[in-house]
């Protein structure tokens, strides 16, 4: 009789596991489904407007796509989230949500891709990357699970629209560490702990 209870619960656990890596895969399909849409809404448009519920990508379902912080770089979630995770690694709230602010203004616009992936990559071949982290020649795999998760409920909350622009339209940005050249042809927009944020004069991409 207690073989056959081993036996049975064996059995439920694996079901149940099944079941749960069967709901993960269908919760990363959505999501993926969903953030595409959501991108070329936002590059079409440039539009901030609210999304309808049944559009919005869910925090489980956002979780699914790269829990491991360890998938290509080939969809819209995944791409924000290691832009976010990377850049502003060590940093607070606000700077991982302003890095989410920027690729989203940047998306679209005159002057860049219409794709978040596009936009993150951009420059890589050129060897001019607009985000470092993309030519650093080290791993892009994230290395903390719980800034990763974090980053990837920001990317959520950005593709959504339901993130207050805190660098108010800025495209570009730099740590508060350096002083570059190029900082002087622009307007500056804001400041984080970490970084500061500046868009162009006439709005036009350079």
């Known amino acids: 009789m207690r073989l056959i209870w081993i036996a049975t ?3 439920i656990t694996l079901l149940g596991g099944q079941a749960s890596a069967a709901d993960q ?3 990363k399909e959505v999501a993926v489904d969903k953030a595409q849409v959501l991108e070329q809404k936002t590059a079409e448009k440039g539009s901030v407007a609210p999304v309808p519920k049944a559009e919005t990508i869910t925090p489980s379902e956002a979780q699914a796509v790269d829990p491991a912080g360890k998938a290509p770089l ?3 979630i995944t791409c924000l989230s290691r832009t976010i995770f990377w850049e502003a690694k060590g940093g607070e709230l606000a700077d991982m949500e302003a890095v989410a602010n920027v690729v989203l203004n940047r998306l679209g616009h005159e002057g860049f891709p219409g794709t978040v992936c596009e936009v993150v990559k951009q420059g890589s071949k050129k060897h ?4 470092s982290w993309w030519c650093d020649r080290r791993s892009d795999h994230a290395d903390e699970d719980a800034p990763y998760a974090a980053a990837t409920e ?3 909350k950005a593709l959504n629209h339901q993130l207050t622009d805190r660098t108010h339209g800025a495209m570009y940005f730099h740590s508060k560490h350096v002083k570059p050249e190029w900082a002087r042809e622009y307007i500056k927009t804001a400041e984080t ?3 500061v944020f500046y ?3 006439d709005g036009t991409a350079r």
Do not use: T, W
């Open 25 to 27: 895969a269908q919760n």
């Open 9 to 11: 619960c064996l059995a």
């Open 193 to 195: 702990r970490k970084f």
């Open 199 to 201: 868009k162009p004069h």
């Open 128 to 131: 001019a990357c607009q985000f």
């Open 154 to 156: 920001i990317a959520r």
């Open 74 to 76: 080939k969809d819209a």
